[in-house]
């Protein structure tokens, strides 16, 4: 099941994991924001209602059959999506997902993939944060709903569901200034920052950014690799050619 299937990011995933020859579920609650070859795709059934709207009851049943759950959702860049309600859309729908999984009784685990920021610290870790960006985040986390909805989302996986769930198993994806790309290309994974979110922004293709998810959740080695982690998603630079010495 993908959450968040219309989203830039979401469309890239649903339309990979098809490719992949995988069976979908997407919740949309605009199914027209579909590309006519991913909305009328066989092997994609669509849920039109918003994933806070569906009954507990509802969720668990659509969800009784997937081995994974990809989410991402995300608030409109516009003054209402930033400011208004919902303030907690990723962190009360992963909540709500996780409890639905926990509620099918599976005999395995599935596999919950998050979408999330590079800006986000993973608190497992010791990461390093300079004291100019941990101001500029503080500022964020008080200004802007958003940031701190991310925040509370990646920390409802570590510190509710953890790493030793029996029903849920969870990767949370830290793309950095994301961009659009036509086609999937090198990128690095890291387990923390290799640069600052704030003041050394790296890139990321939204297509990239899908590319991995649906790694994580097709490919046993790849989910085994980055479980239970928050990896940060760049693209690859290119090699700079060094400058000719006159």
Same mark, same amino acid.
């Given at each position: ?6 989203? @830039?990011?979401?469309?890239? $995933?649903?339309?990979?994991? %098809? ?6 579920? *997407?919740? =949309?609650? #605009? ?17 039109? @209602?918003?994933?806070?709207? $569906?009954?507990?009851?509802? %969720? ?6 997937? *081995?994974? =759950?990809? #989410? ?35 005999? *395995? ?138």
């Amino acid at each position: 099941m993908v959450a968040g299937a219309t989203g @830039a990011t979401g469309q890239q $995933l649903v339309a990979q994991l %098809l490719d992949r020859g995988q069976t979908v579920k *997407a919740v =949309v609650r #605009s199914p027209d924001k579909l590309p006519p070859a991913i909305r009328e795709h066989p092997n994609l059934a669509l849920i039109h @209602a918003s994933v806070l709207d $569906l009954s507990d009851r509802e %969720l668990a049943g659509h969800l009784k059959d997937c *081995a994974a =759950v990809a #989410s991402c959702l995300g608030h409109n860049l516009t003054l209402k999506g930033l400011f208004g309600p919902p303030r907690r859309l990723v962190t009360d729908a992963t909540r709500r997902l996780c409890d639905a999984i926990k509620a099918t009784d599976s005999a *395995a685990p599935a596999r919950f993939v998050l979408m999330n920021t590079a800006g986000n610290s993973n608190r497992d870790l010791p990461e390093s944060v300079s004291f100019a960006q941990r101001c500029v985040i503080g500022l964020l986390r008080v200004c802007l709903p958003p940031h701190a909805d991310n925040e509370a989302a990646a920390d409802f996986l570590r510190t509710r569901i953890g790493q030793h769930d029996h029903a849920v198993e969870w990767v949370a994806v830290r793309p950095d200034s994301l961009i659009d790309q036509d086609a999937v290309t090198e990128y690095e994974l890291h387990a923390s920052p290799t640069r600052s979110a704030i003041f050394n922004a790296g890139k990321t293709s939204r297509i990239n950014v899908a590319h991995f998810m649906a790694d994580l959740v097709t490919v046993p080695q790849v989910w085994n690799t980055w479980k239970g982690q928050m990896p940060v998603i760049y693209n690859q630079e290119p090699l700079k050619t060094p400058r000719p010495v006159a």
